[in-house]
């Protein structure tokens, strides 16, 4: 893992709090509140009792989608691929988080299992600082994802997408050229380029 | 929408930050953090950018899951319905949250819509306090859902699941009953059953 990827995994483990998302057997979109019980350069841990639907999602579809709001306005959102870890991982995860100790006493702990998020790629998003930015991460072989726009040599320089950008986060030049790590990727740009210069990055 | 839902719908509009989750196109799971802008009689409210795969996902499904945690680690989770609303409620949105004027000034604001989740189902469980609890809610139609385990007639009295609940949340009797709002959900009951008498009530 690198250490930008570690700065994220790390920022998740610390905010704890997190909402985790799969899709159940019908197609559905499910989420609900979870704790990064710890993360290591091995990736992110999650626990799930056998009997809770989420358990199932995550067994059946190997993924989880986890999203966080951090301090200051600056929020995590990630996918990743995940499987059941060894025993030893939910006695550590036990170790770590002693307060779960009080809701699965004893050997109790046992209807759970850890789950270990062992790759995947996300971006963190700070809108409270001007400009805001974003960066992508990720970490055990997985792709970072860049949504957003570009725009290509198409561009007639006419300034349309610059004059419509909520951030003004578009240089003008040969083509103009937007700052991903500043952009809203709002699409405004996409919408008022006469040209059609502008490429979405993402389907 | 009864009481009980209006309860967690201005649950959801004062805690604000909320995760969304959608399906994409793949069939991936995705989340981000979103705020509930408005809540009221009709539902709750959202906004997207037409250029963002969150947009799109919520147009192609015409669903999207929110979770967000509460003071006290209180939480709630919730899958619904959705679909855009006219022009005026993104007007209303800005109106109630002045702040987005910060990030969309002006017109510009009009590259977003304003999503109306006009039906759902959702649950609010509190693991702090002892015991611990949870409550479904609905609205718009849309059922509750129980997801959870259920002690039928072919329980034998044994209490192998009373003796293995991490919660003792079942009480004694001819059948033995879970108390279904102090129920972690976590299956113990199910896997200790002699008897098979525990039957799921989700897929």
Redesign the interface.
């Given at each position: 893992m690198d250490a930008k990827a570690k700065k994220y995994v790390d920022l998740f483990r610390s905010v704890k709090?997190?909402?985790?998302?799969?899709?159940?057997?019908?197609?559905?979109?499910?989420?609900?509140?979870v704790n990064v019980m710890l993360a290591d350069d091995s990736g992110m841990y999650l626990v799930a009792?056998?009997?809770?639907?989420f358990y199932?999602q995550m067994v059946e579809?190997g993924?989880?989608?986890?999203?966080?709001?951090c301090p200051e306005c600056q929020?995590?959102?990630f996918?990743g691929k995940c499987r059941i870890a060894d025993k030893e991982w939910l006695d550590r995860v036990f170790e770590e988080n002693p307060g779960l100790n009080e809701?699965?006493?004893g050997k109790?702990r046992y209807?759970?299992d850890a789950f270990h998020v062992y790759e995947g790629q996300g971006e963190w998003f700070d809108?409270l600082h001007h400009p805001?930015s974003r960066e992508a991460f990720s970490y055990g072989g997985a792709e970072p994802e860049h949504?957003?726009?570009l725009i290509t040599e198409e561009c007639i320089e006419c300034g349309s997408c610059l004059e419509?950008?909520?951030?003004q986060c578009i240089e003008a030049g040969s083509p103009y050229r937007i700052e991903w790590q500043h952009c809203?990727?709002?699409?405004?740009c996409?919408?008022a380029c006469p040209a059609g210069a502008v490429r979405?990055l993402?389907?």
């Open positions: 709090i997190a909402s985790a998302a799969t899709v159940d057997e019908k197609g559905h979109p499910r989420t609900r509140i009792s056998k009997g809770k639907p199932k579809t993924e989880v989608a986890l999203s966080a709001m929020s995590l959102k996918l809701v699965y006493p109790t209807i759970l809108l805001i949504s957003g726009f419509t950008c909520p951030q809203l990727q709002c699409g405004a996409f919408d979405r993402h389907p």
